[in-house]
T-cell receptor
Framework: GAGVSQSPRYKVAKRGQDVALRCDPISGHVSLFWYQQALGQGPEFLTYFQNEAQLDKSGLPSDRFFAERPEGSVSTLKIQRTQQEDSAVYLC??????????????FGPGTRLLVL | SQQGEEDPQALSIQEGENATMNCSYKTSINNLQWYRQNSGRGLVHLILIRSNEREKHSGRLRVTLDTSKKSSSLLITASRAADTASYFCATDGASKIIFGSGTRLSIRP
């Protein structure tokens, strides 16, 4: 079946521009995670959804970052007034059950964001 | 902040040799996972080991876990060119998975 998909795959934004990154999880997966991965580093947790509920947003670096999953499937990560330090790969992952941290997470290919 | 730290940061070996990567973490865990990431792609889950397990095998992969030392190792036997990738350990934190900084493995032909 289809895996996790993300769009766009690449995004170049001018500093100050707003961007929206989309994640389509595996159908029926309850848990959805967003991660930020800087060059040469491991992914860092941003936020977690259980169905449509955002249960943990402790990793969002500032109030310029906002995520939603209104119908419990597709999720959007929005970054307002982008800054150069936002340049990174943004990874989305889903898992079948609630919680997700005790089971396999299935990752999308990521969106590579470059802020100029 | 990243709980897991992999060692070495980079490893280059000859095809056919075994590769060993280590991961150390700081707080108690319920499980530890290893993921692989090929250049420019998302992560692929390799193996999960629970805190009450000491060793686990999957194909050419062998993972050990020592909770007293808060460390884990990933052994890849009979390495192949396709094993070239970054490898990350991930531990379950209070409410999320925390990844280490990774080991970059290169397999020389």
């Amino acid at each position: 079946g289809a895996g996790v998909s993300q769009s766009p795959r690449y995004k170049v934004a001018k500093r100050g521009q707003d961007v929206a990154l989309r994640c389509d999880p595996i159908s029926g997966h309850v848990s959805l995670f967003w991660y930020q991965q800087a060059l040469g580093q491991g992914p860092e947790f941003l936020t977690y959804f259980q169905n449509e509920a955002q249960l943990d947003k402790s990793g969002l670096p500032s109030d310029r970052f906002f995520a939603e999953r209104p119908e419990g499937s597709v999720s959007t990560l929005k970054i307002q007034r982008t800054q150069q330090e936002d340049s990174a790969v943004y990874l989305c992952a889903s898992s079948p059950q609630a919680g997700g941290r005790e089971e396999t997470q299935y990752f999308g290919p990521g969106t590579r964001l470059l802020v100029l | 902040s990243q709980q897991g730290e992999e060692d070495p940061q980079a490893l280059s070996i000859q095809e056919g040799e075994n590769a060993t990567m280590n991961c150390s973490y700081k707080t108690s865990i319920n499980n530890l996972q290893w993921y692989r990431q090929n250049s420019g792609r998302g992560l692929v889950h390799l193996i999960l080991i629970r805190s009450n397990e000491r060793e686990k095998h999957s194909g050419r992969l062998r993972v050990t876990l020592d909770t007293s030392k808060k460390s884990s190792s990933l052994l890849i036997t009979a390495s192949r060119a396709a094993d070239t990738a970054s490898y990350f350990c991930a531990t379950d934190g209070a409410s999320k998975i925390i990844f280490g900084s990774g080991t970059r493995l290169s397999i020389r032909p």
